[in-house]
């Protein structure tokens, strides 16, 4: 259980349930991009929080089965300590966001190039945990335009392993049955009973139960679980690209997590080649749920 807990990045306490959220503007997707090639975007719920114009804005993205609130006490702190304007956002298929089938990060960096230049915060500060991660390096490696610098938290632009679990876990959260028109403490409960016997870890059930919300009195995820278990493989993985991306970058690696293995610094070193790496003492990979200080201390001082 705690080795899915760990390559899927599901955070061992600070939990925040994925809540609407009433700052969200609509941006209208692109269908053109840059050369009629991109991935069709779509139009993604964020929060803005505003701060000083004239600085680069801080943008966060969420890792699998996140969503824009997990960094709200983050986002809060930073636009106090900074000035800076800071958005999150909630990737496809994820939060308040739009269902696609198309979970590549190719798509995922497309919906941010329509987004993040529509609401005029570009170049930004992109801060991207796990798939955000992975998400926030490609959108640095295709537009470094719209990067001024660039945070990857505890994730690296290689090949992430799995747990032969994790299609087993999928399968037991689209097996939930809960009947219409119960309370939410209760849907909550049943769901927690019926995924026990198979996600025995209770902070991995506590965190995969965020996603549970009330739609017309009926109970459903609100992740797309058909279309992230279907294509899991592109999750796990990382596009093959050339460039590089030459802005400052830093890794951000928990000091109790194997996700970034000294295996993989060859191709950090490759893709950026300005990076460099900090290791946050007693951390695991879900880094600002387990140390928030020691987060906001790091990027406080890469922002300097």
């Known amino acids: 259980m705690l080795r899915w807990a760990r390559a899927w990045g599901l955070p061992r306490r600070g939990l925040r349930p994925c809540s609407p959220s009433f700052s969200t503007g609509p941006v209208a997707p692109s269908s053109s991009g840059r050369g009629g090639a991109e991935p069709r975007s779509v139009p993604l719920s964020y929060k803005l929080l505003d701060g000083e114009v004239a600085r680069p804005a801080l943008v966060f993205l969420h890792g ?20 800076r304007r800071v958005l999150t956002v909630d990737a496809r298929n994820h939060g308040d966001s739009p269902h696609s089938p198309d979970v590549s990060y190719e798509a995922m960096s497309q ?67 809960i009947p219409d028109k119960v309370s939410r403490s209760c849907a909550r409960k049943l769901a927690d009973e019926q995924l026990s016997p198979v996600v025995q870890d209770m902070a991995v059930r506590q965190f995969l139960l965020t996603n549970l919300v009330e739609v ?68 695991g990979h879900w880094i600002h749920a387990d140390r928030p200080q020691d987060f906001l201390a790091a990027i406080r001082g890469f922002l300097a």
């Open 111 to 177: 919906d941010l190039q329509d987004l993040l230049p529509q609401l005029d915060l570009v170049p930004c500060v992109l801060i991207g945990h796990s798939m955000g991660g992975k998400t926030a390096m490609l959108l640095a490696l295709q537009r470094p335009e719209l990067v001024e610098r660039l945070i990857a938290v505890d994730i690296s632009p290689v090949e992430t392993t799995s747990s032969s679990d994790f299609p087993t876990y999928m399968a037991a959260m689209r097996a939930i049955s």
């Open 216 to 283: 017309d009195g009926r109970f459903v995820w609100r992740v797309n679980l058909d279309a992230l278990a279907q294509h899991v493989d592109k999750i796990m993985a990382f596009p093959p690209r050339q460039e590089s991306y030459p802005g400052p970058t830093l890794f951000l690696l928990g000091g109790n997590s194997q996700y970034v293995p000294p295996s993989h610094h060859p191709e950090i070193r490759r893709l950026f080649p300005r990076a460099q790496m900090q290791t946050v003492p007693n951390a």
């Open 64 to 83: 699998l089965f996140g969503c824009k609130t997990n960094f709200n006490s983050i986002a809060k702190a930073l636009a106090q300590q900074t000035g």
